[in-house]
């Protein structure tokens, strides 16, 4: 092989070699373009993914308060239970007293 025929058949793969790879970014850019209908679609996804966490949040934060307050009311309210349970008790501790005293009496 000389040295022209050997030029030539290096250009010539050169040439097939770029011809392919040209081919083969034109497919891949082909198949794997986003379009703009596409892109458009994402934001609004996106948007809405967005909106639902921040509602998501508010109702963490509400159902948290919420829990607060009930708990609160919970721990007024067993307070209150227990005073009238002392009531009630030291109440019937002293009817019984009198009922005793009376009973005596008689």
């Known amino acids: 092989m000389n040295r022209v025929s050997f030029v030539i058949v290096t ?13 083969t970014n034109w497919l891949v850019h082909r198949f794997t373009r986003v379009r703009q209908q596409d892109l458009s679609e994402l934001d609004r996804m996106a948007q809405a993914l ?8 508010q109702a963490i934060e509400y159902v948290e308060t919420r829990e607060r307050d009930l708990t609160a009311r919970l721990s007024q309210t067993e307070a209150e239970l227990a005073a009238a349970m002392d009531g009630l008790r030291a109440a019937r501790a002293e009817a019984d007293h009198y009922r005793a005293r009376l009973q005596g009496t008689e």
């Open 11 to 23: 250009a010539i793969i050169l040439f097939v070699a770029f011809g392919l790879g040209w081919f």
């Open 50 to 57: 967005h909106e639902a966490e921040l509602i998501r949040d």
